[in-house]
């Protein structure tokens, strides 16, 4: 009785779950599967399309905060016009932070990448903008803080790949996991089943969806390994306080 017909298949509210507040709020948070769009994008499964028949009448989706569309992870849901604008006032002052885990590909990893000093891996370090055109103030041309929380070791599904797992602090904005994935690409460590910057993983259709995908060795149809875990942000109501 909780399925609907999403895209390919049936999806129900466990399948996204509300993790912060209420579906009878103006905004909660999700935990939005791998492979699943914000928006509706039919002929792929959404957050909107499986939630909407559970949500009051009326309610106008909106997803200020998410991530990317192939990755688990928060997803800010506001359900009218008013608080999407709040929310979008939020980021835009830059009052939003995220935090993602990601596991990078370390093996080609070079000598003078920002990841390593010397042939070791840094602790913790800095990412900034790869994709954007550079300004005066070195605050907005950062992208990201890193921290390694792991060190390298061989992936079990790939022995050949060296992995690390780090931990990725940055201001939210509509481009910010996209900065991240191009950083640790262009630091010489992408970012596992990465088709964009990947080598190795450019011939996988992220846009199959969850039921067509057919490579035995992910974890999960289109699952990067990109994790939005945390978002830290004031209280909608009073942003000032």
Known sequence: ADLVPVG???YGRLHVPVVYGSTK???????????FAGPAAPPLPSVEATLLPFLRQGCSLSFPVRPEKQAQGLLIVTSDDAMRKTFDELIRCRLVQSRFRVLADVSSVSADSPLTAGKAL???GKFFAVETP????EEEEKVADFELQSAAMACPAFPSLQTALYTVTSKASTSAARQVRASFAMANAPLLFDSSYHPQFRHLDMDEGPLKHSHRDLPSPGALAMQLFE???PDPFRPNQ
């Open 25 to 35: 709020d103006r905004w909660f948070a999700v935990l939005k599967p791998p492979g």
């Open 122 to 124: 840094v602790e913790r």
């Open 231 to 233: 978002l830290e942000l």
């Open 8 to 10: 390919m298949g049936l």
């Open 134 to 137: 550079v300004s005066n103030h």
